[in-house]
């Protein structure tokens, strides 16, 4: 939802375009993504590019959807139907159109504007801000964390009347991309959170990435920064007069002096003031990072004339910011989207994105949601959510709050409303929850994590957890390596490489894959019954089960005369068309058929027209090394040549593919129709080129269950391997090698990641349990730890134990349960 504009009147004044139409144009909502829209009447549909498709070929969909004003770029203008009765702004650039209009709804707002960049913690200082300041004012922040060229012109359409203090992030990979943020945000009040390692290749060095990021502030009155960081503290020292310097450290010598005393637990902040008078703030965080937030947020809060008790009170309540959407399984089959730490429109209609991506062909779509806090008009926030509960087909609404009480004519009347987060809990029966899809939403004063837990299916503590944001920037990343009409197929094999294949093809089909395989006929069938849609190959089909391809609608792999002969007899009279992908042996010595047996496939196949060659490929069998490639050209060169031949005699043109993840960074050009990606998905560049532009798609976790004192000398484990070089700690994990964690993994051949830290296994590794040496690590129990993903990366672990990554993804045992997340 946005301020209300007169888009006519703007486009009129854009000097960067030119318009048709000039009709009363008010808009309160943008759209730049036709799926989303649902009342199109007062939206403007903005055509970006994206990496995929042209923006402008969906105006046509935005006009049958009503949407009636438009923003988009020249070079479409011959290709764009005619739009009845549109209010178009015709321009060169439409995202330079979208932020002069953000820039033009910015400057409207009157209240003080709080910027934020640096290269962590951005999202959670405005959070938290948000969250001391609007216990006395209505605040404004940017949901989520929308801090790029679009999300910031979004997030500052989004400023209304009704605030009065608005806080929007900003985050830059290159030179260059500040100055038009700045332009938008123009902040009175700036906060440099801090500076660190994030995008350094785009950046000459450490002082150009200070100065381009510092370029946010250039008009401000007031910048916030942390003096411990001699580059940053010079820099902006020579650059900004010092009366708008505002700067804090742990130890004397700025502006505040925010020293930390660490508790047992959490910790307090011990502040003196630039007028001598000295506080102190409790804080349930004790990590170095969040203490730091914390201090930006306390010297901001001072800088606006917040009473110190107000920023007390509301520093003691800060929660940690889980701003990731989290899908796990719930009790009775149910699955759980998990949103349950913040609650506003914009954050509504991503998570309702999100749960229709999952499909779950049993059950309902539940909505559990508190009311918004923040928002302005509540009438119109009770009409913006009938409507997205309309628009996303949600089965049923249990409405949290006085809102729903107060606006229960706007929904229908099979809606559940409750008070609080209690009466939910002691109604949850009411639900008769049964292989439902439920999002959890609420904001933070609704506790809806008690709903969660309540919820949540009871297992233990490890979890794997699948980034799907990483995963898509994966795929993506494959994608720039070729060119734009090659199709890509996904291997879902083996859960799809051990995260998950259901929820992984979902998305997938979500973010544009074209076909995806597997290796077996149940393992197709498994996708289809989770509502994938996609073609799907099978590599090894037994032909046996016919009635199962083709009631699940597989495309089997043939690889053998006798596989074809078992699958023909059986489709002998049957008039339903069969596809089917031939797989040729070119050097690989696996599954596929030789040159010999090609004629009598051919003869075969002109006998049973019914049988339809969809796909040929081949696979390399050394595509991930050097010293073959002699031996995988001859490999590609083969494929071509009896591909060739086969297709001569074809009615139709199959869809030729032969590249692996490792293939196509290295023979991006030989990917002839379409690609198979398999583990480059999960961030594993076997070729070790590209490894820094993969990111880690699987995190396995787990916790801490006890901690031990040991003594020097002292054996652990069984068979009494381990031993204590000196006095000290061990953790024990709740995680052993039928979890999946290696045996080989023992007696110090891998660490994991705890408090920040390094701990090294001690001992050997037992079924569902391992130590670890903590000493001096003030390890607790039930602390978390990671095994992989952001600890220790998988080609790291596997290299350990002389294993590679798909041995490692794809033992990871049933038990342990998969999250998904997006950020
Ligand atoms: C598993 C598999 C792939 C994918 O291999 P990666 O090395 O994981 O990219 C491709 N083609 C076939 C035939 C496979 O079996």
């Known amino acids: 939802m946005i301020q209300p504009i007169d888009f006519s009147a703007f486009s009129s004044n854009y000097s960067g375009g030119n318009q048709e139409f000039s009709e009363k144009g008010l808009i309160d909502k943008i759209e730049i993504d036709t799926r989303k829209i649902q009342s199109g009447a007062t939206a403007l549909f903005v055509a970006l590019d994206g990496s995929r498709q042209n923006g402008a070929d969906f105006a046509k969909i935005a006009h049958s959807l009503k949407v009636r004003n438009f923003i988009l770029p020249l070079k479409a203008k011959s290709n764009v139907p005619h739009l009845d009765d549109s209010n178009i702004l015709w321009t060169e650039n439409p995202l330079d159109a979208l932020q002069e209009l953000a820039k033009a709804n910015r400057f409207q707002f009157d209240g003080p504007v709080i910027g934020i960049t640096g290269s962590n913690g951005k999202t959670i200082v405005k959070e938290w801000l948000a969250q001391v300041l609007g216990q006395d004012v209505k605040v404004y922040k940017s949901p989520k964390s929308y801090n790029s060229q679009i999300g910031v012109a979004l997030s500052a359409l989004g400023i209304q009347s009704v605030h009065q203090v608005a806080l929007l992030e900003a985050g830059i990979s290159k ?155 719930g009790i009775r089959q149910c699955l759980l ?333 030989q990917a002839f129709d379409m690609v198979r990606l398999g583990i480059g998905l999960h961030g594993v560049e076997v070729n070790q080129l590209e490894q820094n532009k993969l990111e880690a798609v699987a995190t396995l976790k787990t916790v801490v269950s006890q901690v031990k004192k040991v003594r020097k000398g002292e054996s652990i484990g069984y068979g009494r391997q381990g031993r204590m070089q000196q006095d000290g700690e061990i953790a024990i994990l709740a995680i052993g090698y039928a979890d999946g964690y290696d045996r080989r993994f023992g007696n110090g051949n891998a660490f994991v990641m705890v408090r920040g830290k390094k701990a090294w296994t001690i001992g050997n590794i037992c079924m569902d349990m391992c130590m670890v040496d903590v000493s001096g690590l003030q390890v607790k129990e039930g602390d978390e730890v990671i095994l992989f993903g952001k600890g220790p990366s998988l080609q790291y672990l596997a290299a350990q134990i002389g294993a590679i990554p798909y041995e490692l993804l794809t033992g990871i045992g049933m038990r342990v349960k998969r999250n998904y997340i997006l950020d």
Not at 288 to 309: D, F, Q, T, W, Y
């Open 175 to 329: 030179p260059g991309e500040m100055d038009r943020l700045k332009k938008i945000i123009e902040p009175e009040i700036g906060i440099f959170t801090n500076i660190g390692s994030a995008h350094d290749e785009n950046f000459e060095n450490l002082e150009t990435k200070i100065r381009e990021k510092c370029r946010l502030f250039a008009n401000v009155r007031f910048l916030i920064y942390r003096k411990d960081h001699a580059l940053v503290q010079h820099f902006l020292e020579k650059t900004f007069d010092s009366d708008r310097l505002v700067s804090w450290s742990d130890v004397p010598g700025a502006d505040y002096t925010l020293s930390v005393k660490k508790e047992k637990k959490g910790a307090r902040i011990l502040m003196i003031a630039p007028d001598l008078r000295t506080y102190t703030f409790a804080t349930a965080f004790d990590d170095p990072a969040s203490l730091e937030n914390i201090r930006h947020v306390i010297v901001c809060s001072m800088v606006l004339g917040l009473k110190p008790e107000k920023i007390q009170a509301g520093v003691k309540l800060l929660h940690a910011v889980d701003m990731r959407l989290t899908l796990k399984s």
């Open 337 to 669: 989207i998990d949103d349950s730490y913040n609650n506003d429109l914009a954050g509504l209609e991503i998570a309702l994105e999100f749960m229709s991506q999952q499909r779950t062909p049993s059950g309902r779509k539940i909505l559990i949601l508190s009311e918004m806090v923040q928002e302005g008009n509540e009438e119109l926030m009770a009409q913006k959510i009938s409507g997205l509960v309309s628009h996303y087909q949600i089965d049923l609404l249990v409405g949290v709050g006085q809102l729903f009480l107060r606006y229960k004519n706007f929904f229908s009347p099979q809606c559940l409303f409750f008070s609080g987060n209690s009466e939910v809990l002691a109604g949850i029966e009411k639900l008769n929850l049964d292989r439902d899809l439920i999002l959890v939403k609420g904001a933070r004063k609704f506790q809806f994590e008690d709903i969660i837990r309540l919820l949540e299916a009871e297992v233990h503590e490890t979890v794997l957890e699948i980034n799907l944001n990483a995963l898509r920037h994966n795929f993506n990343f494959y994608k720039t390596l070729l060119s734009p009409d090659i199709k890509i197929m996904v291997m879902v094999k083996a859960f799809a490489y051990g995260g998950g294949a259901a929820e992984i093809a979902n998305h997938l089909q979500q973010i544009g894959a074209d076909y995806l395989a597997v290796a077996y006929i149940d393992e197709g069938v498994y996708l289809r019954q989770k509502g994938v849609t996609l073609p799907v190959m099978v590599m090894n089909p037994d032909t046996r089960y016919l009635d199962l391809i083709q009631e699940y609608k597989l495309e089997p792999v043939i690889y053998s005369l006798r596989s074809l002969e078992g699958l023909s007899s059986l489709a002998l009279n049957q008039s339903e068309e069969l596809p089917i992908h031939l797989e040729l042996d070119t050097g690989m010595r696996r599954l596929g058929m030789a040159e010999e047996d090609l004629k009598d496939l051919l003869t075969h196949l002109e006998q049973h027209p019914q049988i339809k060659i969809k796909g040929i490929f081949t696979h390399l069998a050394g595509a991930d090394e050097a010293i073959h490639e002699e031996f995988t050209l001859t490999q590609l060169t083969r494929f071509r040549e009896l591909s060739d031949s086969i297709m001569n005699r074809l009615p139709a043109r199959p869809i030729r593919h032969a590249l692996n993840s490792a293939g196509i960074v290295r023979f991006p050009d």
